[in-house]
């Protein structure tokens, strides 16, 4: 048995195997319409899929890239392809073997339509398993949260004095508001003059340049504390916590 998904301008076939693992989806989202496209006329049953899972219908807006799942997809195979039909293969998504991401010119970068032409250029060859054309996710605001069992203590951080939180009211770096509006310090180098600091502290060891570093007093380039029952040498190592941060 046979079920043919429909949507204007392409259709695709689903054989039993392919009909019992999404039945339960399929279900859900084909309605039966009584005018078909000459382009349709080979297709029995009139079944349209409205939300089918190779085509995605969205408020979103689509773009020019197509996800694309080429069997047994060689990266000589996925560029013939993406020649073939005058699109240009940027090469494998990721980690993900066989899926690549291709791009047509012709296309609008931003439509509230999608293409349905190259979505069918694509879908109808017989070497490709699966294509989606992309469109942009509607990002949102999330509230932060930490994997920090000590975070809710570092005043110093946020909320000085307030919530029962140690130190005092407004004497804080107020950080969570500057994360929430988008600033992570990302590309900034900062040079603290301080005492030692433990540059292979788990908290550092990464934000951690080497170059940027100094110890003035023994005058050699590591600002390692000294470890002795004082710990008057350890003062640098707070400080690059709190910045780095």
Not at 65 to 81: D, R, Y
Not at 95 to 119: A, C, G, M, Q, W
Request: hydrophobic share 30%; net charge neutral.
């Amino acid at each position: 048995m046979n079920i043919y998904i429909l949507v204007p301008g392409v259709y695709h076939k689903y054989n039993a195997s392919d009909l019992n693992k999404q039945q339960a989806s399929l279900k859900a989202k084909l309605v039966t319409v009584g005018n078909l496209s000459s382009h349709h006329q080979g297709a029995p049953g009139g079944i349209i899929g409205v939300h089918g899972s190779r085509i995605h219908m969205c408020s979103a807006y689509y773009v020019n890239q197509f996800a694309v799942h080429i069997k047994g997809g060689s990266v000589t195979k996925a560029n013939n392809l993406a020649k073939e039909f005058g699109f240009i293969n940027h090469g494998q998504i990721g980690t993900i073997n066989e899926h690549y991401l291709f791009e047509h010119h012709d296309v609008r970068k931003r439509s509230t339509d999608p293409s349905l032409h190259h979505h069918s250029l694509l879908s109808e060859h017989p070497e490709v398993h699966w294509v989606e054309q992309q469109y942009v996710h509607r990002r949102t605001k999330r509230d932060l949260t930490f994997n920090d069992p000590e975070y809710k203590n570092q005043w110093y951080l946020h909320e000085g004095g307030k919530r029962g939180t140690a130190g005092t009211v407004g004497y804080d770096m107020n950080v969570k508001r500057a994360w929430e509006m988008g600033y992570t310090g990302k590309g900034v180098i900062v040079t603290i003059l301080d005492d030692g600091i433990e540059r292979d502290h788990p908290d550092l060891i990464k934000n951690y340049d080497p170059y940027a570093s100094y110890d003035v007093n023994n005058k050699d380039s590591d600002p390692m504390p000294r470890y002795d029952p004082t710990n008057e040498n350890r003062h640098g190592t707070r400080c690059a916590g709190e910045v780095s941060a």
